[in-house]
């Protein structure tokens, strides 16, 4: 079973940055699976933030966009998530996600525990 370990959450304010890091066990299965970054706000939904192939090929959720960069060390099985021109509208507990497989828009069934963001003045 892979386990999930997210960090970096925290609180900020509108315009600033946070960076979350994902650290993954089992290093065979998660350096062929896709990674991703979702986020549940209050009474919502959970929904995609950003995801990436073991390649490096990226996707982004149209509302971070230009403001946030997923990226992923496969040596060091960890996925990172840098958030830049944080808004208020991102504030979320944010989860890490392995994919079902090498491809985008699988995810998988293990979570991390979350970690929260709170932007606010």
């Known amino acids: 079973q892979v386990q999930l370990v997210e960090s970096g959450g925290g609180s900020v304010q509108p315009g600033g940055s946070l960076r979350l890091s994902c650290a993954a066990s089992?290093?065979?299965?998660?350096?062929?699976?896709?990674m991703g970054w979702y986020r549940q706000a209050p009474g919502m939904q959970r929904e995609l933030v950003a995801e990436?192939?073991?390649?490096?090929?990226?996707n982004y959720a149209d509302s971070v966009k230009g403001r946030f960069t997923i990226s992923r060390d496969n040596a060091q099985n960890t996925v990172s998530l840098q958030m830049d021109s944080l808004k208020p509208e991102d504030t979320a507990v944010y989860y890490c996600?392995?994919?079902?497989?090498?491809?985008?828009?699988?995810?998988?069934?293990?979570w991390g525990q979350g970690t929260q963001v709170t932007v606010s003045s």
């Open positions: 996600n392995v994919g079902r497989s090498a491809g985008l828009g699988s995810p998988g069934t293990v």
């Open positions: 990436i192939t073991s390649g490096g090929i990226t």
């Open positions: 089992r290093t065979i299965f998660s350096r062929l699976h896709a």
